[in-house]
């Protein structure tokens, strides 16, 4: 019964996939969304059984399949497994795509091809289940793997437009790039510790006497950190996070701000006992995640596409997540991870409702004044941006408190960043707010005339996460009152054996926080309530405020640099080196031809002649066969 459920679990998703892809168009408009959000809600039920299960019995839960593969004394189980770490995942997981897929329902009503967007959402749900619930390496390989192909999918699904499939395959390949890296760290762990399973390799880990592993395991942990470094959007992997909001929105908030990018944080959370024993690596990923926070935010500072600034927002919040990861303190990076699902979800599919209701105009230069018809969606937006800005005593508050002391533990350096990052966070997210939703309405007559509230399909789901993004801080409250780590204890021991900052410095630490993201939240206020500072289309910006707003210039140097010596390399194997081959291959191929001219006559229908034939082959066979 067990192996039942957890079956049901998975393939739920996929069951509604397959239906929406093959009979999708014959089923009208409103069933393929009420058939794919009956499936996720399926698997956001079984998740919860055993949610409320393993707090009463504390026991993880091993479903084995069978043997997928097996090479003399290696062999590989298709295993799943149901934790503390993955029934979180799997909860929020299941839990916010629902509401994604029930507020897709009114947001995608009008597409033509609705039916194909919920398949690809419940494929997307499917293989990222499979990456959570995965025992070894390998299966969560292939739900790695099989999200990257449904964000390919998702970010160009409106592919008549050029720049949407431009940017769908930029996504694919640099995640490529990052999975060649996850892919040779799982080899080398397979070589070092002849497993790819977690557990036995937590058992490995701790018995080994392989003189390789301490030379080698630094090169696994740099190989994986490079595979999250692709999946979750950081430095030098970035810049296709951004172009992704070229998908419709849902995606944005459930693929690129809830789910998937998240993936290399679990994936490092899950491999924790082997992260631990290369702290060099640690302290890089902490570095990398501090330079990406900042440098994301700066960009986020200049950008006018609202999708774009919470894109950029993303990348930098998943900094913070890393620097945690990098400072040891997993669970904090997975209380930022939860808290982060519920305000930026909130906030992305706040985005989609103004955008609906500005009838596609994303550039927030043209908005204004929205908060006097869409009531909904500003109260939401707005406790999301006070959660994502650090506000207390909201959800993000907390998890972002939690890191920012983590980060002065280990080293002031690190927590300089990330409070440069967090001001800089609560002052562009302020602008945002500001500029969309206070003053007049810079808009056309007809985008006014078409401003409203978007249908209750939208709404609720941006009410329950707002709700969420104020209250989810309770589940690990600081001065020693977190339910979460007592609960990831198992799966975390390091946990239990953490010390912890002394109440008064923990509470002089959240003052400064708080007035951190107040200076931000006023500068915003100053700047574009009080001096009405709206950005214009025909400023000329210079020196490096237009860095900033090139973004670094990233994009043209990895374009001139990479981009465009592949293109040289592409052509001269073109032109010369493929045409050189092709010209051998068929001077061989008419060389055989003219042979065969002479050859043909042999092939005259002659019986006589057949005969004759086979009787002198016969006999040269007896002949090599007794004589020779």
């Known amino acids: 019964m067990e ?24 089923i009208g408009r409103s069933l393929p969304g009420f058939i794919a959000t009956g ?52 909860l929020f997981l299941t839990g916010i795509g629902a509401l994604i897929h029930i507020y897709s329902i009114g947001y995608m009503h009008d597409d033509e091809n609705i039916d194909r967007f919920f398949a690809y959402l419940n494929l997307f749900i499917f293989f990222m289940i499979l990456l959570v619930i995965g ?23 409106w592919y008549k437009n050029q720049k949407f499939n431009d940017a769908a395959k930029k996504a694919f390949i640099m995640n490529r790039i990052g999975d060649l890296g996850f892919l040779i760290g799982i080899f080398t762990l397979a070589y070092l510790f002849k497993t790819v399973d977690f557990e036995a390799l937590k058992q490995a880990v701790s ?121 040891g303190a997993y669970h904090v990076a997975v209380f930022h991870v939860i808290t982060h699902a519920f305000f930026k979800a909130c906030l992305f599919l706040g985005s989609g409702s103004v955008i609906h209701a500005m009838g596609g105009e994303q550039d927030i230069r043209k908005m204004g004044g929205l908060k006097n018809v869409m009531g909904i969606t500003y109260i939401t937006f707005l406790v999301s941006t006070f959660s994502i800005s650090g506000i207390p005593p909201l959800a993000g508050f907390v998890s972002k ?21 967090s001001l800089l966070t609560a002052f562009y997210m302020f602008r945002v707010m500001f500029l969309t939703f206070h003053k007049d309405f810079r808009g056309t007559e007809e985008q006014k005339h078409h401003l409203h509230e978007s249908p209750k399909t939208m709404t609720a789901p941006l009410i329950i996460l707002a709700i969420l993004a104020f209250v989810g801080g309770v589940i690990s409250l600081p001065l020693g009152l977190s339910w979460l780590n007592n609960f990831l204890t198992p799966v975390l021991p390091g946990i239990a054996v953490q010390e912890h900052m ?52 990233i994009d043209e140097i990895y374009s001139t640099v990479f981009v465009k010596p592949m293109y040289v390399l592409g052509n001269l194997f073109r032109n010369y080196i493929e045409r050189a081959i092709s010209g051998t291959i068929n001077s061989l191929g008419n060389l055989a031809e003219l042979a065969s001219v002479p050859a043909r006559k042999m092939q005259n229908g002659s019986l006589g002649l057949y005969l004759f034939c086979f009787v002198i082959g016969f006999c040269s066979i007896i002949v090599f066969l007794f004589f020779v």
């Open 401 to 421: 408190d939690e890191i920012m002391m983590v980060a002065f533990e280990n080293s002031p350096f690190l927590w300089a960043i990330a409070a440069l990052a």
């Open 3 to 26: 192996t039942v459920l957890v079956l049901l679990l998975l393939i739920s998703p996929l069951i509604g996939f397959t239906i929406n892809l093959c009979v999708g168009k014959k």
């Open 135 to 157: 025992g070894n390496l390998l299966v969560m390989f292939i739900g790695w793997e099989g999200v990257g192909l449904c964000s390919y999918l998702l970010i160009g699904f």
């Open 502 to 553: 002394p109440a008064g410095e923990q509470l002089a630490m959240m003052a400064i926080s708080t007035v951190i993201a107040f200076i931000g939240l006023g500068f915003a206020y100053y700047r574009y309530i009080k001096k009405s500072v709206v950005p214009g289309e025909d400023d000329k910006l210079t020196g490096f405020a237009k860095v900033v707003y090139n973004k670094y210039y």
């Open 207 to 327: 018995t080994t006497t392989n003189p390789e592993v301490s030379t080698l395991l630094g090169v696994a942990t740099f190989c994986l950190f490079v595979g999250a470094m692709g999946k979750s959007a950081q430095i030098p992997l970035y810049t296709w996070l951004p172009d992704a909001m070229a998908g419709p929105t849902p995606v944005s908030a459930l693929i690129h701000a809830a789910t998937m990018v998240t993936g290399g944080i679990f994936m490092i959370t899950r491999l924790n006992f082997i992260f631990d024993l290369t702290p060099d690596i640690q302290y890089f990923i902490a570095i990398i995640g501090a330079i990406t926070a900042l440098f994301a935010a700066t960009i986020g500072i200049m950008q006018n596409d609202i999708k774009k600034v919470l894109a950029y927002s993303t990348v930098s919040q998943l900094g913070l997540m890393f620097i945690a990861i990098g400072c």
């Open 39 to 90: 499936a996720v809600l399926v698997s956001f039920v079984i998740s919860l059984i055993y949610f409320l299960q393993i707090l009463s019995t504390g026991e993880a839960v091993h479903v084995h399949l069978f043997e997928w593969m097996a090479f003399g004394d290696f062999a590989i189980n298709f295993d799943l497994v149901l934790d503390q770490l993955s029934l979180l995942w799997l």
